[in-house]
C-alpha cells in the first residue's frame, strides 16, 4: 500500500492505476484545492531514507514584463570588464566587410 502524508499526520490510501500505456495515481478534487494546484500542475517527488515518498507542488514561477525588469537595472552602472573587452574588440572575417 502506498500513502500520501497530508497536513498534520493524516493520510489517504491511493492506489496506482493503468492509465493507458503509463501508470498514475488519481489524487481526490479536495487535496487538489487544499494544495492550490490543478491539472497540469507539476510536482517533483523526492524519496527519503526511509523509503518514503515526498510529493511537493512546483509553484510557478513569477514572469516578469520587460519594463519589470528595466526597472531593476542601473542605467549609471559601468560596463563589465569582460564586456567592454567585447566591445573593443576589431572585426574579423565577414563582420569586418
Not at 528595466?70 to 572575417?93: F, I, R, T
Request: proline share 6%; charged share 20%.
Amino acid at each position: 500500500m502506498s500513502y500520501i502524508v497530508l497536513h498534520a499526520g493524516c493520510s489517504m490510501e491511493l492506489v496506482i492505476r493503468k492509465l493507458g500505456n503509463s501508470v498514475g495515481v488519481t489524487l481526490p478534487t479536495a487535496l487538489l484545492r487544499d494544495l492550490d494546484v490543478a491539472v497540469g500542475h507539476s510536482f517533483t517527488v523526492t524519496r527519503t531514507a526511509d523509503n518514503d515518498l515526498v510529493l511537493r507542488p512546483q509553484r510557478p514561477r513569477k514572469r516578469y514584463t520587460a519594463a519589470e525588469l528595466n526597472k531593476q537595472c542601473n542605467l549609471k552602472a559601468p560596463m563589465p570588464a569582460d564586456l567592454q573587452n567585447w566591445e573593443a574588440m576589431p572585426a574579423v572575417g565577414e563582420e569586418a566587410l
